[in-house]
């Protein structure tokens, strides 16, 4: 089986039951579980859903995750060594303790090429612990979307950290993340990073509320 789509069904427990039988699908290219809640993932079933997902697109947007189960599956992850090609976690409220381990298992990937949490109130806190875990390894990383994240300055440095190290990243969405002003300082260092970047060919940051003190500066740094 290619595909299953079992979007927006009201699920909320068994899932150790559908991760035994995925193991048994031999060609998984998509699992879709969007509007599915997984709040009650238990690391055994986030375990199995690794797993089985290894190598396909999962789309886990608006499933009602939350920190623990996020956690659950973020851990699994990277414990198990096995990452899908394509990861949406879109709309959960994933919080940050998740982060790092999530960003340490995308990294050290060679499948993992897409990774989309927007809407996910991670804050500066959230961006920095994701980017910490994304610079420990080589990442194969082509799309990165965190949207609507409310992040500001901290989050903005962390972030250039790893548009400076990436040899890989193509598409980079941070819009909507204007909840709290950015300043010049942060600015100067993702444009600093932006400079020596050489993969990026779309950034989208519409909506940040930059003021021309930010742009001036990104700019300044960037050529």
Do not use: Y
Not at 11 to 16: A, V, Y
Not at 33 to 39: D, K, N, P, Y
Not at 87 to 109: F, I, K, Q
């Amino acid at each position: 089986m290619g595909t299953l789509n079992i979007s927006n069904n009201p699920m909320s427990d068994n899932f150790e039951l559908l991760g035994k039988a995925l193991l048994r699908q031999k060609q998984l290219a998509l699992l879709d579980l969007s509007g599915c809640c997984l709040t009650a993932l238990s690391p055994e079933a986030a375990r199995l859903l690794t797993i089985a997902c290894h190598s396909a697109a999962v789309d886990l947007r608006r499933c009602h995750m939350a920190e623990g189960a996020c956690t659950n599956l973020t851990t699994a992850l990277a414990s198990e060594g096995k990452s899908p090609a394509a990861l949406d976690m879109s709309l959960n409220g994933c919080g940050t303790t998740c982060m790092e381990a999530l960003g340490r298992a995308v990294s050290t990937s060679a499948q993992t090429t897409s990774l989309k949490l927007n809407f996910n109130n991670l804050g500066d806190r959230g961006i920095e612990t994701l980017c910490r875990g994304l610079v420990r390894g080589p990442s194969a990383l082509t799309v990165l979307h965190l949207a609507d994240n409310n992040f500001a300055g901290p989050g903005l440095v962390a972030l250039a950290a790893f548009v400076a190290r990436t040899t890989t990243l193509a598409e980079l969405d941070i819009s909507g993340n204007s909840g709290i002003m950015f300043n010049p300082s942060a600015c100067a260092e993702f444009g600093a990073a932006l400079g020596t970047n050489s993969s990026l060919v779309s950034l989208t940051m519409c909506a940040l509320s930059l003021t021309g003190d930010d742009v001036a500066a990104m700019v300044d740094a960037w050529l």
